[in-house]
């Protein structure tokens, strides 16, 4: 079958006017994000302090920038490990602003708790707001047939952590009559190391 020239002229520009148009495009999008980038990036995490990529929004009182993922500041992912209060729930713990009183350990102080060992009956945490506990657990096995293991009410912040590397239960009876808000939001992040 023998081709009309003219037909090959006609295609010769839409083929590569086809071509062309595949290799340009509108792409906004920079290869290197810029330094305060709200937008998640591909960067390994940094060993210092940092919040963690993701999408942020912004405090309008303090400016702080606020995980839109978690609702965690920067503050509230990192604290100073020497502030701990070791707690090894095997031994009935105690320490300024933490007691037992019918069988839950009652923290009503902020600060960063760190748990051990096991407990049975409940960890209870009563703080006012802007106050925030961090319980850190660290292989620790929490049990509570009559309700839940770890309950938090005031209007305080309560953030869990696990050690990473380590392995903890927290478990809670088959049946039991929950009271307080019905649909409080429960996140979780991933294992501090």
Same mark, same amino acid.
């Given at each position: ?55 942020? =929004?912004?405090?309008?009182? %303090? /400016?702080?920038? #606020?995980? +839109?993922?978690?609702?965690? $500041?920067?503050?509230?992912? @990192? ?61 620790? =096995?929490?049990?509570?047939? %009559? /309700?839940?293991? #770890?309950? +938090?009410?005031?209007?305080? $912040?309560?953030?869990?952590? @696990? ?31």
């Amino acid at each position: 079958m023998k081709k009309s020239p003219l037909n090959v002229a006609a295609s010769l520009p839409l083929i590569v006017g086809l071509g062309l148009a595949g290799c340009s495009g509108s792409n906004n999008e920079s290869s290197a994000a810029p330094k305060d980038s709200l937008g998640p990036t591909n960067a390994a995490p940094a060993q210092q302090a940092k919040a963690p990529s993701g999408k942020y =929004s912004s405090n309008t009182k %303090t /400016g702080e920038k #606020i995980n +839109a993922e978690t609702h965690h $500041t920067h503050g509230s992912l @990192t604290w100073d490990t020497g502030s701990e209060i070791r707690l090894d729930l095997a031994n009935e713990p105690s320490a300024d602003g933490v007691s037992v009183e019918d069988g839950a350990l009652v923290i009503t102080k902020a600060g960063n708790y760190h748990l051990s060992g096991d407990y049975t009956g409940q960890v209870r945490i009563n703080t006012a707001e802007p106050e925030t506990v961090r319980l850190i657990l660290d292989n620790v =096995s929490i049990t509570n047939s %009559t /309700g839940p293991a #770890i309950t +938090a009410s005031g209007g305080g $912040t309560t953030i869990v952590y @696990t050690m990473a590397g380590t392995t903890n239960t927290v478990s809670d009876g088959e049946q039991y009559t929950v009271t307080g808000k019905k649909n409080q939001t429960q996140r979780s992040t991933p294992p501090r190391t």
